[in-house]
């Protein structure tokens, strides 16, 4: 049995206890860290992690109330921890964090006002690590996707089709270094998002996903 390595991240013990409330029993599903701050973070991503699940407003510091600048420290946990899936939790539907989530890389992204998805943590859980997308249609919906949304697109090809946006003019083999993938693997998981959007091409991919509020406004870079 492959076990599924999670860190869980909240300000707020009673929440981090109601995790792993979830989880108990599953005997497929370890907890190898709880961090209630950014500072307390950090050192649990250098264990051998499967699935981060990110507080969107952890505080910096136990003693540093302010919220940890998660948008710009995130890319670089993607980066560095390229086998760590992250699902960030937001504490509200604002469409404009839940979009700043998606800009930076996060392709999963959940309210905590979605009961749903946390009466079945540990199915969603296996789901993430299946490199599925458990992005609910009520988040998207809240970033102003149209109802008839029903694309099913792995965390990984909309990763990659967010590089394809945000960068234009880069070849595929620098998109490849920025998804810390082989060339090959990333040019497939272009081919696949292609598919599923029902495109032949990165333009109207692109236009296709943005229609369909997939991700937020990315700027050009």
Not at 44 to 56: C, K, P
Not at 104 to 114: D, F, L, Q
Not at 187 to 204: M, P, Q
Request: charge should be neutral; charged fraction near 20%; proline fraction near 4%.
């Amino acid at each position: 049995m492959n076990k599924i390595n999670v860190v869980l991240t909240d300000a707020h013990l009673p929440v981090l206890d109601g995790y792993a409330y979830r989880l108990r029993g599953h005997l497929d599903i370890q907890i190898v860290g709880n961090a209630m701050s950014g500072s307390e973070l950090f050192p649990l991503l250098e264990r051998d992690v499967s699935i981060l699940l990110l507080d969107l407003n952890l505080p910096k510091t136990d003693t540093d109330p302010s919220v940890l600048p998660i948008f710009a420290v995130v890319q670089r946990l993607i980066r560095k921890h390229t086998d760590v899936a992250i699902v960030g939790i937001a504490g509200c539907d604002n469409p404009n964090v839940l979009r700043a989530a998606f800009q930076c890389g996060v392709t999963n992204v959940v309210c905590k006002s979605e009961r749903a998805f946390f009466e079945n943590l540990a199915g969603n859980l296996r789901k993430v690590a299946d490199q599925k997308s458990i992005t609910s249609r009520w988040v998207l919906t809240a970033m102003g996707m149209p109802e008839e949304h029903g694309v099913d697109m792995s965390a990984s090809e909309l990763a990659a089709l967010q590089l394809r946006y945000a960068y234009p003019n880069a070849t595929i083999s620098e998109l490849a270094q920025m998804h810390t993938r082989a060339e090959s693997t990333f040019r497939n998981l272009l081919s696949r998002s292609y598919c599923k959007l029902g495109v032949d091409n990165a333009l109207a991919a692109v236009l296709r996903a943005q229609e369909l509020g997939l991700f937020g406004q990315i700027p050009n870079q």
